[in-house]
């Protein structure tokens, strides 16, 4: 009784620690509060493209630096994410406008781009990198206004807004390259009620910008050595050069306006950057057509069953020496051990590991612990989170090995808290390897790589060890009937019986699977290995589908960042069969228990 209260409490314990941990991103919960006049600090996040998903370092590029450069203490999914938050020279004070004002240290000087930055920063405007700011925790956004349905004849049709994370490095027009030089930031902050006598608070609660290209030689300065931005109908934009030097003036303008929106409700429009109502739609569809169709399997499933099982239990009743048919046929061989259990019990410990990791991340975030104002905290969770796991997937994975006739449980709890591990561990080292060449912020530090392998060596394993012997120690699952000594003896099957066309089948409706283990009952009792590859047979779909929106939608040509794609990818594929494949063998499992526990057996 005392082992099964300390196994629960190590859930709620994490659960405890997280909410610590996280409590105090919950927005409206920590706001700051700004007088006026005040500075508001403007950090960098680093640069990302779609075309390379390589993230690179804010200062890889000859942006303006401040005087001291200071980096963030990143937390470990902020360092997986490859954030490299860092101060930048742009001096905000709340609600203080400022028209235009010149970046660098050197007032009315330009930068000069020498020819290697210049051919990197046109390579970066080429592979379309946008750069994130922050501005108290909130990104930067650009406003995108257009006419849907444009018709010039039409005037009263109002403007569509959306908004895009970050902004444009640059454009290209005419095969020449345009850097995006000055940057008008819109802030927007709301006003606190206070009572008389005291100066008003403000709280920033949206960040826009809007980028121009704007030449070093059409900007001028008045006699306090501001720069005065031309009309944009009279100004060229700033191209670079990718075969010389080049001169840029590095400007940037403030606007503060004030919103009703209050500090609680800041992150709504970061959140509905994309098309909510058809995201909601595909899921409600998607839902709809699940239950819908499991519902008919379940009917057509429980209706044979009880048919079945009520002719069985009368042909006991009236002659016990008719031959047995069907299903039941196969009562002696249906719970034989399959071969290598101790891989697949190994493989359904990590399914229950990230089981139930996935749980507890959807039911914390539920929560309001994991908001996006907490940069990498959802990947931070997910990591502690499955290496804490690592005692409920040694647990079930020990009491079914043992079910399975294995007696050498430190091997197989070796092989469970080891096996799925690393071969993640090993194609990120791969894929890091080649991030690292490309001199990427997404490359994970090698101080980090030994933390993350003391926590798998440290907390997992350990943890997988200690559940895995509380498992094999408990009693194993009891099966309804006994298992034969001589194993039956299985026909040739047909072509559309082999498993890979079983996994093909089941994909198209994972929820399927139940009634395909029937089926497959009927005329093979080697089920064990086959339920577990056929309920994971979704993942194959998965997969072709990522092949699909590479080839289409996708403009990535470079071979390192299409090794990224397919490498991450292949995670990703892995871990959704071992998800979805550990939750078909357990619905079978006890399906299977509990259809012959039903049935009158000697």
């Known amino acids: 009784m005392a082992q099964r209260r300390a196994i629960l409490i190590w859930p709620l314990m994490l659960l405890l620690v ?13 706001p700051i509060d700004f007088h006026r006049n005040h500075p508001v600090e403007i950090k960098a ?29 990143e937390n470990l999914g902020e360092v997986l994410r490859g954030d490299r938050i860092v101060n930048t020279p742009y001096d905000l004070h709340m609600n203080v406008e400022k028209k235009c004002e010149v970046l660098c240290d050197k007032p009315n000087k330009p930068v000069k781009f020498k020819v290697t930055e210049s051919k990197l920063v046109v390579e970066r405007i080429r592979e379309e990198y946008y750069v994130h700011l922050i501005a108290d925790n909130l990104p930067v956004a650009t406003r995108l206004e257009f006419y849907p349905n444009h018709d010039d004849n039409d005037k009263k049709k109002e403007k569509e807004v959306q908004f895009e994370h970050g902004y444009r490095l640059g454009f290209i027009d005419n095969n020449k390259f345009y850097l995006h030089n000055h940057l008008s930031f819109i802030v927007y902050f709301h006003k606190e009620e ?3 006598g005291q100066e008003p608070t403000y709280r920033v609660v949206r960040f826009e910008v809007v980028p121009q290209s704007v030449k070093y030689e059409d900007l001028k300065t008045d006699e306090r050595g501001n720069c005065i931005l031309p009309e944009a109908a009279g100004s060229l934009p700033q191209e670079i050069d990718p075969n010389k030097e080049n001169d840029v003036l590095f400007t940037y303008s403030v606007h503060w306006e004030g919103s009703v929106i209050k500090w609680a409700s800041r992150w709504d429009t970061y959140l509905t950057m994309s098309d909510v109502q058809i995201h909601w739609f595909s899921i409600v569809n998607s839902v709809v057509v699940v239950f819908f169709l499991s519902g008919i399997l379940s009917m057509i499933i429980i209706r044979t069953l009880r048919k079945d099982i009520a002719n069985y239990n009368r042909e006991d009743d009236i002659e016990d020496t008719m031959e047995e048919s069907g299903w039941k046929l196969v009562h002696g061989d249906v719970f034989r051990p399959p071969q290598y259990p101790m891989i697949l019990s190994s493989l359904l410990g990590s399914g229950i590991q990230l089981f139930c990791m996935i749980l507890i991340v959807i039911i914390v975030a539920m929560l309001g612990m994991l908001s996006p104002s907490s940069r990498g905290a959802l990947m931070t969770t997910a990591c502690f989170l499955f290496m804490f796991m690592g005692l409920f997937g040694g647990y079930f994975a020990g009491r079914l090995y043992r ?6 449980w430190r091997k197989g709890a070796f092989c469970t808290a080891t096996l799925y591990p690393s071969i993640v561990f090993g194609l990120c080292f791969v894929l890091n390897c080649f991030i690292w060449g490309k001199h990427s912020s997404g490359a994970v530090p090698f101080p980090t790589m030994l933390a993350l392998l003391c926590m798998w060596f440290g907390i997992s394993l350990p943890l997988v060890y200690l559940g895995y012997y509380f498992g094999f120690r408990k009693q194993p699952y009891d099966n309804p009937v006994r298992t034969n000594q001589i194993p039956r003896q299985v026909p ?3 072509w559309y019986m082999n498993k890979f066309v079983g996994i093909l089948m089941a994909g198209i409706l994972p929820f399927g699977a139940m009634f395909i283990e029937l089926f497959f009952i009927f005329s093979d009792y080697r089920w064990w290995w086959r339920t577990f590859l056929v309920s994971g047979g979704s993942a194959f779909y998965v997969l072709v ?17 299409s090794l990224l794609y397919f490498g991450y990818t292949t995670l990703m594929v892995l871990s959704f069969w071992l998800l979805t494949g550990t939750i078909g063998f357990y619905a079978a499992y006890m399906f299977i228990r509990k259809i012959y526990a039903a049935v009158k057996i000697d």
């Open 18 to 30: 997280l909410h610590t941990s996280y409590s105090f991103y919950v927005p409206g919960v920590a």
């Open 45 to 73: 996040v680093k640069l990302t493209s779609s075309r390379t998903q390589l993230p690179y370092e804010y200062y890889s590029l000859p942006f303006c630096r401040p005087e001291k450069i200071e980096y963030k203490a």
């Open 194 to 196: 206070i009572e008389k």
């Open 403 to 408: 079910t399975l006739k294995g007696h050498r």
């Open 492 to 494: 040739e099957q047909r």
């Open 545 to 561: 589908y990522a092949i699909f929106y590479f080839v289409n939608k996708l403009d990535i040509v470079e071979f390192i960042p």
